[in-house]
């Protein structure tokens, strides 16, 4: 079974960075044939979903309101999924969740039509005003 492990989350003033980092543990293939994407829970709000890369070919999709200030990463190698929170907002703040789906094609249906397969256990992220 594929177990994601979240870290990176922390404190950060508002127009900080902060890079959250997604690991496959214990996990002995690649992640060739996932997508693995990103989301957001932020307080008293529905799960929401930021970005999602395919493992097969690298191709990414934003959720509109994320583009351009947050960036998506896979380095295969090492199993790892990353996301590069720029500029960040008070209202960023909240539980980013990384999660797998075994069809690994990342388009502009995904956060619409997808189930997720594997879902990590959260980090949180906390931005100051």
């Known amino acids: 079974q594929l177990q994601l492990v979240e870290s990176g989350g922390g404190l950060v003033q508002a127009g900080g960075s902060l890079k959250l980092s997604c690991a496959a543990a214990?996990?002995?293939?690649?992640?060739?044939?996932?997508?693995l994407a990103w989301f957001r829970e932020a307080p008293g709000k529905e799960r929401e979903g930021i970005s999602c890369i395919s493992g097969k070919d690298g191709s990414t999709h934003y959720t509109d309101s994320f583009e351009g200030r947050f960036t998506i990463s896979m380095d295969n190698a090492k199993k790892t999924v990353y996301l590069q929170m720029n500029s960040l907002k008070p209202a960023d703040t909240g539980v980013y969740y990384c999660?797998?789906?075994?069809?690994?094609?990342?388009?502009?249906?995904?956060?619409?039509?997808?189930?997720?397969?594997?879902w990590g256990d959260g980090t949180v992220v906390n931005v100051s005003s």
């Open positions: 999660a797998a789906d075994s069809i690994p094609r990342c388009d502009s249906d995904f956060f619409s039509v997808r189930v997720m397969d594997y």
């Open positions: 214990r996990w002995p293939w690649d992640l060739d044939y996932y997508a």
